[in-house]
């Protein structure tokens, strides 16, 4: 029906816009019409350089275009004063689309800024929209009627059950959408939070040093909960060497049991704050306030960014997997705001604990100290390399060096003689007596 209706249009000369809801039935069309013989352009965001040409001829007499949704979106056909006497563009759906919005904005190529225009959507009781939605109660009236197939309908009915389909898949994606909304709130208030607190370490009047203060007291509590260690429990059973162990660990602070031994809970608290703060502000008096604080800011920026990444990733592994809970019968929201919540919680214990162990183990270096240190080594390596050049060198030289060439085989006696006389051996080094030349010093 489609193809007999383009055929139609196309012999009458009127220029016809195409609308498909996917490639692949873009396709198809192109396949048909080519089978029809039957010129047209295709636009299905795959060739992009040629698709303002095919825009621009799509309004031209006698012109067929095949596009997808996507010529809904923003896209103006120009149309002659020819054309407009043939009627206009004449907009043709192959199928309606789950949402409304797309229909109209595909009609609304045609008739723009007064120009005539035409718009027509076929449709099929195969289409997705009304398979899903009511299609084989239509189906069964159509049988009951004796309509035939590939037969030519135009009805109200249809017409009105194509648009609660529409309106059911709307409110479908409305609430998805919402749903979505609301997960997305959880961690927006968590990304308000964390992005406050994150904008006053960037602002240099941030008093960071009554922060860190603060963190590090809410660390050396943690710490003695861990080493169980509390405030109602007696002193005698207080896990000292567990606490001394962990502070060397993790803070790079040597602590001995005695020094700890036969104090309170509150005293030993306020002991080991107290120690740590000193040992703190001694390294920290090596750098000015100033560099001080950038130090304390820029270290303190990393973990909080680092921490946050960490946590939005947990956070995403969360939301993949919590619609499972509701086969338990309950809220996966509600369980994903409690979960969420205690992430957060552990996210924000994590970046106060951090935050004191790195301020706590890095080491303050001199310029100068540093400068020195290396420029020892780079002489080291100098002398290093110099000591296996000269071994090198020698070695090269014995190798390079000539040997001696003996002849150890004895001539004959007609034979010239080795010293180089010009006489045969017999009559010079081969006589009887005393040895002459090279053979006298062999014998030798």
């Known amino acids: 029906a489609v193809i007999k209706k383009i055929k139609e249009l196309h012999k009458k000369g009127q220029p016809v816009l195409v609308g498909t809801t996917s490639i692949e039935k873009n396709e198809l069309l192109h396949k048909l019409l080519k089978k029809e013989k039957i010129p047209h352009s295709i636009l299905n965001a795959k060739q992009h350089e040629q698709e303002a040409q095919v825009i621009a001829r799509a309004g031209k007499k006698g012109a067929v275009t095949v596009a997808t949704n996507m010529a809904g979106r923003g896209v103006d056909i120009k149309i002659d004063d020819e054309v407009k006497a043939l009627g206009g563009l004449f907009i043709l759906g192959t199928e309606r689309h789950e949402s409304r919005r797309i229909d109209n904005q595909l009609r609304g190529r045609a008739g723009r800024q007064g120009d005539p225009g035409a718009s027509q959507f076929f449709l099929s009781l195969d289409d997705s929209l009304l398979r899903i939605f009511g299609g084989d109660r239509i189906k069964n009236i159509m049988n009951r009627l004796g309509v035939k197939e590939g037969e030519h309908i135009e009805s109200?009915?249809?017409?009105?059950?194509?648009?609660?389909?529409?309106?059911?898949?709307?409110?479908?994606?409305?609430?998805?959408?919402?749903?979505?909304?609301?997960?997305?709130?959880?961690?927006?208030?968590?990304?308000?939070?964390?992005?406050?607190?994150?904008?006053?370490?960037?602002?240099?009047?941030?008093?960071?040093?009554?922060?860190?203060?603060?963190?590090?007291?809410?660390?050396?509590?943690?710490?003695?909960?861990?080493?169980?260690?509390?405030?109602?429990?007696?002193?005698?059973?207080?896990?000292?060497?567990?606490?001394?162990?962990?502070?060397?660990e993790e803070l790079k602070s040597q602590f001995s049991t005695e020094e700890l031994k036969d104090k309170e809970y509150d005293e030993l608290k306020e002991y080991i704050i107290k120690k740590l703060e000193e040992e703190y502000e001694k390294k920290m008096s090596a750098v000015e306030d100033s560099q001080r604080r950038e130090i304390e800011r820029i270290l303190y920026l990393q973990i909080l960014d680092n921490g946050w990444r960490d946590h939005l990733y947990q956070m995403d592994i969360l939301k993949t997997g919590i619609g499972l809970r509701g086969y338990n019968q309950k809220d996966p929201l509600v369980e994903y705001k409690k979960e969420s919540f205690t992430l957060f919680v552990e996210l924000v214990k994590s970046i106060k604990n951090e935050i004191i162990k790195t301020l706590h183990i890095i080491e303050l270096r001199d310029e100068k100290e540093e400068e020195i240190k290396r420029l020892e080594n780079e002489l080291k390596k100098v002398e290093e390399e110099l000591k296996s050049q000269a071994v090198l060198q020698h070695k090269e030289e014995v190798e390079s060096k000539p040997t001696p060439i003996t002849n150890t085989k004895k001539p004959k006696r007609n034979e010239p003689c080795p010293c180089g006389s010009g006489k045969k051996y017999k009559h010079c080094c081969g006589k009887s007596g005393p040895k002459k030349g090279v053979l006298a010093k062999e014998s030798t």
Do not use: G, W
């Not at 109200?156 to 529409?166: G, I, L």
């Not at 409110?171 to 961690?187: G, M, P, T």
């Not at 308000?192 to 240099?204: A, G, Q, S, V």
């Open 156 to 248: 109200k009915m249809v017409t009105r059950a194509v648009e609660k389909a529409q309106k059911k898949v709307e409110a479908l994606h409305f609430e998805s959408r919402k749903h979505i909304l609301e997960y997305d709130d959880v961690a927006n208030e968590q990304r308000k939070t964390i992005y406050k607190f994150r904008n006053e370490l960037l602002n240099p009047e941030f008093d960071i040093d009554s922060k860190i203060k603060e963190n590090r007291r809410d660390y050396i509590e943690e710490l003695l909960n861990e080493c169980e260690i509390f405030p109602e429990a007696p002193k005698d059973d207080y896990n000292l060497e567990k606490l001394t162990l962990k502070l060397k």
